[in-house]
Each structure stands twice: as C-alpha cells, then as structure tokens.
T-cell receptor, first 112, second 117 residues
Framework: GEDVEQSLFLSVREGDSSVINCTYT??????LYWYKQEPGAGLQLLTY?????DMKQDQRLTVLLNKKDKHLSLRIADTQTGDSAIYFC????????????FGSGTRLLVRP | ETGVTQTPRHLVMGMTNKKSLKCEQH?????MYWYKQSAKKPLELMFV???????ENNSVPSRFSPECPNSSHLFLHLHTLQPEDSALYLC????????????????FGEGSRLTVL
C-alpha cells in the first residue's frame, strides 16, 4: 500500500547537523522529494533526488537514498533557527504517476 | 510572492453555508491541485486538473466541488460541510504532471484555513 513514514518531531541545537529520515514503499518511484513548510506558508520544494542516485549534495543539504531499504534521509549541516519548519518526504505513486504521496511531515525545532 | 495566490486565507462557515475557495496561479502552469492538510495527517490529494481537465478525484465527498474555468484559476466550492472538514486547504500548480522524466515540482499557495462550526 501507499505509505510514506517519517518521525514527527526533531529538536537540534543551532549549529549542529539535523538528520530527517523517511521510509517509502514504491521502489519504482522516479523521483523522491523533500518539501519544506514554514509557519503560515505552503510547501516549497527543497530538494529532490533521482532514483538512480545514492546521494545528492546541495550546499548545506545532503540527501541520501538507500533503495534496498527504501530509506531516504535529509541532512542539514550547520542548522540555523531559520531552518525551523516542517519537512515532508514525498514519492510518486506508481499507479497514478502524477500523484505525490506525502509523509506526515517532521517538525524540526532549532534551539538557539 | 509565491506565484500561487489563494483567497480567502481564513474562512469560518456554518454547516449549512455555501462558500468557495479560490486559487490563481501566475506561472503559466498546466496542472493545478487541491490538497487537504489536517493536523497530524499526511497531505491528502483531493483533485488534480491538467489543461483544465480533471484527472483525479480522489474519493472526495460530493460536498466538495472543484471548478477549473481556465488554466490559471481553480475553485473549490463548499456546501453542507462537517466539522471534520476543518483543515488547511492548499492549492498547488506544476508546469506539467509529475511522472516519467518530469520532476513535476509543485508550487503551493499559502493555503486557506477553513473552520466549520
């Protein structure tokens, strides 16, 4: 079935690294996505990884993909208070290729 | 300026009211979506339009009625809602539908916070 799972909450100290984890179900997904939702705002695409990649780095962000375990992670280096938000993992549904399946979101709280 | 504008931002309505949510995208995109975001639940895809044609109706109750008069505008008509319909309703657009080699990046509006009394 369709199920993208994430832990609900993560708290880190400013300057530390944050790692947000996600497990997904559809091994045929072409893209896997990380969206960010700041308070009072809609979601915004933060980064994505193509399914034939193991890792993608974009400035402070590192995405790791373990296809065998269907595990996706987002690492934020040198986490700042402005990174406090909800982070959603998403995959494309194989049967309805235009349908993104989102996880419940991980709320990241960055403490000064 | 997100490129996707939703109005109203907040709406309080009784169960017998009829109201509408409006979404407008200024990005020249071909696909538009309605999502429902409830507390502690994953985002639920409600409707998808591509080139003004509905391509997804995700088992949504008939008290929610979408309308896409053109590629830039999307409405969600509401009538005889229930208190459990209270949620944040997010509109999104993408250049094309995701899938295959299309990344299908979604651009979201800020949402309409709906409270049903």
């Amino acid at each position: 079935g369709e199920d993208v799972e994430q832990s609900l909450f993560l708290s880190v100290r400013e300057g530390d690294s944050s790692v947000i984890n996600c497990t997904y179900t559809d091994s045929s997904s072409t893209y896997l996505y990380w969206y960010k939702q700041e308070p009072g705002a809609g979601l915004q695409l933060l980064t994505y990884i193509f399914s034939n990649m193991d890792m993608k780095q974009d400035q402070r962000l590192t995405v790791l993909l373990n296809k065998k375990d269907k595990h996706l992670s987002l690492r934020i280096a040198d986490t700042q208070t402005g990174d406090s938000a909800i982070y959603f993992c998403a995959e494309i549904n194989m049967d309805s290729s235009y349908k993104l399946i989102f996880g419940s979101g991980t709320r990241l709280l960055v403490r000064p | 300026e997100t490129g996707v504008t939703q109005t109203p931002r907040h709406l309080v309505m009784g169960m017998t009211n009829k109201k509408s949510l409006k979404c407008e995208q200024h990005l020249g995109h071909n696909a538009m979506y309605w999502y429902k975001q409830s507390a502690k639940k994953p985002l639920e895809l409600m409707f998808v339009y591509s080139l003004e044609e509905r391509v997804e109706n995700n088992s949504v109750p008939s008290r929610f009625s979408p309308e896409c008069p053109n590629s830039s505008h999307l409405f969600l008509h509401l009538h005889t809602l229930q208190p459990e319909d209270s949620a944040l309703y997010l509109c999104a657009s993408s250049q094309d539908l995701p899938g295959g080699t299309n990344l299908g990046e979604l651009f979201f509006g800020e949402g309409s916070r709906l409270t049903v009394l």
